[in-house]
Structures are given as C-alpha cells and as structure tokens.
C-alpha cells in the first residue's frame, strides 16, 4: 500500500489530488484482501482504471483508492481470452489477433483497461464490449465473490451502451471471459489498422482527455449526437485558462496545459449550459467523477432540468444530421 501521493500519475486526464492510501493488486487474491481491509476500516475508496473515461478531481482524497495496473495477466483460452482487470483494450486486440482470433480488433487504440470497459460497456468502430463478453469475476465492495455468465443477446448485465448493472452495484471487475473465432490475421490487422488511424486522423490523442463528456442523446425527440449538438451551439474551440474542447470533436475537452479538475470540469458546465440555451436539451454526463467534489461545483453539477425542446433549431439541426449519415 502507497500513502499520501497525487493520483495525477496514474490517471490518463493528467488530473487528481493526494490520496490517504492506494492498493494495487495484482491478482484477485490481492484484491479481495484489499477489500477486506478497506472494509474493516471504514475506509471510503474508489477505484481507477487508465483513467480514459474520468475526471480525478484534485481535491485531497481522505480514502483509498484502488488501482488495476498490475492486474495484467492474459490466459488464452480455447475460443477466446480470459483477462484480469487491468489488461488494456489494445493489448486484447494485439493478443487475439497473435492468436488469429477475430472479434476484438475495435478494441485497438480503444484507451482504457478490459474491467472499466466492462463496466461502461464501451462500443466503438462496430464492436461493442457485451457482444463478446461470456464470463465476468466480481467482488462486492465487502470482498464476496460474484460470478456471471453472460449468453448472447442476455441483457441482464449489459442493459445498454454504457448501462451495465455494475453501474449501479458498485461490484468490482476483477476477472473478463471473452468469446472470439477463428479469423484471417491480415483481415484482423486490416481491421485493427484502421481503428487506430482513424482515431489518429481525427486527432483523439493529441492532449489528454476523458473521450466523450456527454452522453450520445439518441431519444426520439432529439435524434443527434451530443458532438454535433454541442458544435452547432458553438461550443468547438472553447477555452477555459488550461483547457479547451477540440477543434475536431466537441464533445472532447482537452487538458492542454496542466488543467485542474476545476477548469475541466466548469468548462464542461459551461458547454451544457450553451446546448440548454440553443436546443433546450440538458445533457447528460458520459464523464466519471472519481474523489471528491467541491461543494460549490457539486451544486450545479447535479442541477436538472427538464426538456424544453426548441424544436424549430433541432429540426435544422437533425435534418443536417440525416444528411451527414446518409453520406456515410
Ligand atoms: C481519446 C479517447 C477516445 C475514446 N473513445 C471511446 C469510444 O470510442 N467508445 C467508448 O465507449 N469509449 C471511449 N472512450 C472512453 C474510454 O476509452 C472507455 O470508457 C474505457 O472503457 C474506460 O476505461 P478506463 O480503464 O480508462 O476507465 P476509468 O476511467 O479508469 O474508469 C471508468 C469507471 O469504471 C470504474 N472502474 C475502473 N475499473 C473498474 C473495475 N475493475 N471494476 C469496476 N469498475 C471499475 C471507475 O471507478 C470509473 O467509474 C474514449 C476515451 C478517450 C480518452
């Protein structure tokens, strides 16, 4: 156990505070024994993958986090590959296509680790996490151990695109099953190819960021994605002192020069606030909070409101949108 660090190191956001205590396990034995140990303490804790879909807040932390970076063992299985938590995206995909398995080259260049993933049922390039998911270890936040097996099309676990019960139940991902088939290794290394230079092409690594801020707003009434929302309520390029969203994507902010938490996270306040006052649509954070929040910033960040479509502007907006898919 680490004492009294800042988590910047370890978070991909470049962002976090000092910490009371940090467990790093490196199989699930360690990481139960650390859950024992944080809950016969007391100890308030919250765990933390790559980092690549949170906002470490640089408050100090009076709890213990854990971290997955050296839960990395990979086991090849018959049709598939079991991982511990901490494998990251790219190394599956590197592994099965070494292995010439298909079904997990969307996951290259995927930032993240394989247990986070799981939990947000992350989706990208036409893969999605649940489609290949069969076997997942958990542990309550009390140590006891869970265990699932997923069938195809079974949405008891994964509910929707970034919707899984372990949203909900705070169980830790300790151990993923996934199920891949026999495939060509070039047409794999093809596939893997592509997901990387297009992320590349559209600048997605350039400075660190969270991925998406906001949720993808798919409702019926909307219809549009929150990137494309956000822009037409001009949003692209926003500045805020050591921040600022892309220029390619604006549902991204970018951590350019050392941010706090504080400014990334005001300046995401403010780009909801300009889709409120454009569209009437309140976004919806795809962002996680990890450690704490100031009292002042929690106030209007857990502010709702309900729609006031405005829907002459939605209508422009979708019709472009329609066009934009149909071109593709
Ligand atoms: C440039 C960029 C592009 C991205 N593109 C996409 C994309 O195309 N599609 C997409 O879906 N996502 C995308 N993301 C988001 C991100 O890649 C995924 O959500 C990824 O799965 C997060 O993994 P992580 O380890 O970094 O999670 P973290 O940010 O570390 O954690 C996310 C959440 O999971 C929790 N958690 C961490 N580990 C565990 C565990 N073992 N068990 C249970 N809970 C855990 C954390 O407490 C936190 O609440 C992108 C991010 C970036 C930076």
């Known amino acids: 156990m680490d004492c009294k660090s800042s988590l910047k190191k370890l978070s991909y956001y470049k962002t976090g505070g000092p910490y009371e205590q940090l467990y790093a396990p490196s199989d699930i034995h360690e990481l139960k024994q650390a859950l024992e140990a ?49 494998v990251s995206n790219t190394l599956i995909a590197e592994t099965a296509h070494q292995h010439s398995l298909a079904g997990a080259a969307w996951m290259n260049y995927l930032p993240g680790q394989i247990g986070a993933t799981v939990r947000m049922n992350a989706r990208c390039y036409g893969g999605e996490i649940s489609h290949i998911v069969t076997g997942i270890k958990s542990f309550t936040p009390r140590g006891q151990l869970k265990e699932y097996r997923i069938k195809t099309h079974d949405r008891s676990v994964f509910r929707a695109y970034k919707d899984t019960i372990f949203m909900n139940n705070n169980e830790v991902i300790a151990e993923v099953e996934l199920s891949l088939q026999r495939g060509n290794a070039d047409d794999i290394r093809s596939k893997m ?129 329609k066009g934009k898919q149909g071109s593709k």
């Open 38 to 86: 944080i809950t016969a303490a007391k100890t308030p804790f919250f765990l933390l993958g790559a980092g690549t879909n949170s906002l470490v807040m640089d408050t100090p932390y009076e709890g213990a986090v854990i971290s997955f970076h050296k839960m990395t063992q990979i086991t090849m299985l018959d049709h598939g590959i079991r991982c511990r938590a901490g």
């Open 193 to 321: 190819d592509f997901c990387r230079s297009d992320r590349e092409s559209k600048s997605q690594f350039t400075f660190p960021s969270c991925g998406c801020v906001f949720k993808n707003d798919y409702s019926p009434e909307v219809s549009i994605s929150s990137g494309m929302l956000l822009e037409h309520a001009g949003a692209k390029g926003l500045i805020r002192d050591h921040c600022r969203v892309s220029a390619d994507h604006a549902n991204f902010i970018f951590n350019t020069n050392d941010a706090s938490s504080r400014e990334i996270l005001e300046l995401s306040m403010d780009m909801r606030d300009l889709v409120w006052d454009e569209f009437g649509v309140w976004l919806e954070y795809e962002m996680e909070l990890l450690g704490t929040v100031p009292p002042d910033l929690k106030s209007r960040l857990e502010e709702k409101r309900v729609a006031k479509y405005k829907t002459s502007r939605l209508d422009e907006l979708r019709a472009i949108f």
